[in-house]
């Protein structure tokens, strides 16, 4: 077996994600191929040393931060064997750079895909703005290489039955990421399952042909009114995403970007067309709205749609730093909920007293509120405030996770959400795959 390393210098760095939740380990392992995965995992299941499966550390809930025991790093399987066939540890975006070199496309699209890998993007369903159009990660994987917790190494697929019990239960009719996903075949029980039931070494894709144009528009709203007119309508009409700016958002955005106008609110669509890109008519919609149609930025070339996209990213890593800088844990919301309820949800955001930031995936209407607590008192305050706003949430038919999961951070309000008999369902599965409980002990619910 490949030998673990214990240096406390090279073990520091593993040991944050996203989150800033810190961890604590006594051993890293960095496997080079599968069957290495698959030594470790059977040696720690022999000896019920927990696992915890990290790769690039972009997750938000602490799903990839040990509690103790060892660290497993996919971050060594980083080979793209064709355009379908890619190693679990490949940075997302690098993978598909390669694939629309070829005139192919791989459409999921989170926000830290030029940070995360392919597998990690697997194990969340991560999904992002383009969802709107393409769905979450599921849809686009049609098998995955796993090492289960036992050290199986095996090929699976949709015509892979589940030898575990399956959990039956409902998902709410939104955009959703919290719990496991109530499937009879192992790949679409692994998808999603952050880490639980195995560790995703390799997966073949479903690709598509690469659209020839897009168009991009970020636009300018005076009122909240405004706003959710133009994206009632805008729905309707085709684009592949609408994301959602506030004005706190456009602050953070306008010290990046100052010809950024003062507004209420903002919305960027990207809007797929295969040649002449539709302007006119988008114009149509926006004046018939109120928009700032004048100070809508319009960009239809790659390298400004880029920069467009520089600017979203760098608002959840410009939220980051300010939690860093104030010494706290993130207090993010990752709420979706029926498109009928969406103004309804915003009002309660507006309601929140501590400084905030609120953008996201309003396509779905889906929208992180970050809260930004400066100090200790403030930070319990804010996790309350968390804890009142799921419970309206899911009271409107909605979800406590559209797509970060549950991870370490999020089990309470999972707990809102589905039954105590789902959960138990959930971890007598869990008892059957993984009979000592090493992979990711602590994550999305305990043992009993």
Known sequence: MIPAITDPAILEGYLRDASNLLGKAEMLFRPRAPGEVAEV????????????????????????VPMGGALLSTELL????????????????????????AGRFFPPDPTSRHDCSVGGAVACNASGARTFKYGPTRPWIEAAQVVFPTGELRWVDRGTPSPW??????????????????AGNLLDLVIGSEGLLGVVTRVRTRLIELPPHVLTLLAFFPSRASMLAFLSEARGAGPRCIEYFDCGSLDLIRGRVPEVPAADSALMLEVEHAGEAPLEEWYERLLRHEALADDTIVVEDEGGRAKLHAVRHAL??????????????????DFAVPAERLAEMLELYDQVRLPTACFGHIGDSHLHLNILPANAEELAEARQVYMDLARAAVAMGGTVSGEHGIGRLKRAHLA????PEVIDAWRALKRAADPAWICGRGVMFDPA
Not at 50 to 61: E, L
Not at 316 to 333: D, L, M, Y
């Open 41 to 64: 995992m059977a040696w720690c299941q022999s000896r019920g040393v927990p696992v915890t499966v990290t790769a690039k550390r972009t997750s938000t809930t602490g799903a990839s």
């Open 78 to 101: 980083a080979t793209v064997h064709d355009l379908d066939d890619v190693d679990g540890g490949v940075i997302l975006a690098d993978y598909q750079d390669h694939v629309e070199r």
């Open 165 to 182: 019990p399956v959990p039956r239960w409902t998902e709410p009719r939104v955009k959703t990421a919290a719990g496991l996903f109530p």
């Open 316 to 333: 959840p890593a410009a939220v980051n730093e300010i939690i860093v800088r104030n010494g706290v844990q993130k207090v993010g919301t």
């Open 416 to 419: 809102l959400m589905v039954s």
